[in-house]
């Protein structure tokens, strides 16, 4: 069982693979509303805003709906 499947298109995916994923490929973070999964993603949410994506040196968008925009606040 793979831990984290990914969904991308040709170019996104070609890119994946032999890039990796970086901060600096970051632009927007969508925060979807769905009740209590939404509060249990907090460490993930830490780890991403507190340690990674700040090391991409730019501007990301937050946008959220429901508890996913409270995740952003």
Known sequence: ????????GPVA???L????LKPADVG?????????????LG???RFLF???LPRGGHT????GASIGAWRMA
């Open 1 to 8: 069982m793979k831990a984290l499947s990914i969904y991308a």
């Open 13 to 15: 995916l070609r890119h």
């Open 17 to 20: 693979r032999q890039e990796g």
């Open 28 to 40: 927007i973070v969508p925060g979807a509303a769905g009740g209590p999964k939404g509060l249990v």
């Open 43 to 45: 460490p993930l949410d």
């Open 50 to 52: 507190g340690d990674w």
């Open 60 to 63: 990301v968008h937050l946008v």
